[in-house]
């Protein structure tokens, strides 16, 4: 994590850490509860083995069953509320960690990302449905960048879930695809790019290799390490799109401050692996 993330992070953590304090005690609450019931469970346990009478074993072992269904019961309803006050934590974190970035960036847990966008970019030709889930949006190192959970589908079947982002650029390019697709029918000129799964399609790949140049491509694979996070990307006129092979982030519950904070991280990766690579294409030459 980087020193920028870690500084606005410890921040953001002492803003909210009333709001924090609520949750702990909460948590608190809960686990002295089910200690108690679990007290309970092995007292009537151990009377019910000591005593030689038959019918207090039996009541004492029906009392046992009866506080273990209800400390289970009890148990799994308030996990789901501890998670889901987590999950609340950690979106106010994201928001104010968001606003924390230079340039004046925003989270909005409403916004949408237009289907206008992702359809631009063509990652899928063919697709029926559109979702996108909270927006975060906002100007690094002189790029306008979006970011946005979506999930994709085709007739009901989900075909795409994960991180969808694209930054505008100062120059126009023609359309050069990197896709994880190894196409045998593409009607596009294809180049492999080597030890990374990606495969890149355009008209003219020699030209394409002017643009995607070697060290851009080392910028995916040093991402892709550093995060664990699979992505396609593609330039076309003066945008440039990403989508992101991470269900984490769209499918928390997340349960405590570790994933809450290697949850925001993972936006700041990608925001700053954005701003980097559309930086990198605004100083090539061919536009």
């Known amino acids: 994590m980087n020193k920028e993330f870690e500084e606005i992070y410890k921040n953001v953590t002492k803003e909210l850490s009333d709001v924090k304090v609520k949750i702990d005690e909460y948590k608190k609450d809960i686990r002295e509860s089910e200690a108690l019931i679990i007290g ?27 506080m273990f269904i209800f400390c289970t019961i009890y148990t799994f309803a308030n996990e789901r509320r501890i998670i889901a006050r987590q999950n609340k934590y ?4 994201l928001l104010e960690s968001i606003s924390h970035i230079r340039d004046e960036f925003t989270y909005e847990k409403d916004e949408k990302v237009s289907g206008t966008y992702y ?4 990652f899928d030709r063919i697709y029926t449905d559109f979702e996108s889930k909270g927006c975060i949006s906002g100007n690094r190192d002189g790029h306008s960048i979006s970011i946005s959970n979506i999930i994709v589908k085709k007739n009901s079947i989900e075909i795409f879930r994960g991180i969808f982002g694209y930054a505008k650029l100062s120059k126009n390019f023609n359309e050069i695809d990197v896709m994880t697709v190894n196409s045998k029918n593409h009607r596009k000129q294809k180049y492999e790019v080597p030890y990374q799964g990606l495969y890149m399609y355009s008209e003219d790949t020699e030209s394409a290799r002017k643009i995607f140049t070697d060290d851009i491509f080392e910028d995916v694979r040093v991402f892709t390490n550093y995060t664990g996070i699979k992505l396609e990307f593609m330039v076309n006129k003066d945008l440039v799109f990403f989508r992101f092979f991470d269900n984490k982030i769209l499918t928390k519950p997340i349960a405590n401050d570790k994933k809450t904070k290697e949850y925001i991280n993972q936006y700041f990766n990608i925001i700053d692996f954005i701003s980097k690579i559309a930086t990198k294409l605004n100083q090539k030459e061919r536009g």
């Open 40 to 66: 309970i469970i092995i007292v009537c346990l151990v009377i019910s083995f000591i005593t030689d009478i038959t019918m207090a074993k039996y009541i004492f072992i029906s009392v046992s069953a009866m």
């Open 90 to 93: 950690s979106e106010t974190a």
């Open 119 to 122: 359809g631009k970019a063509g």
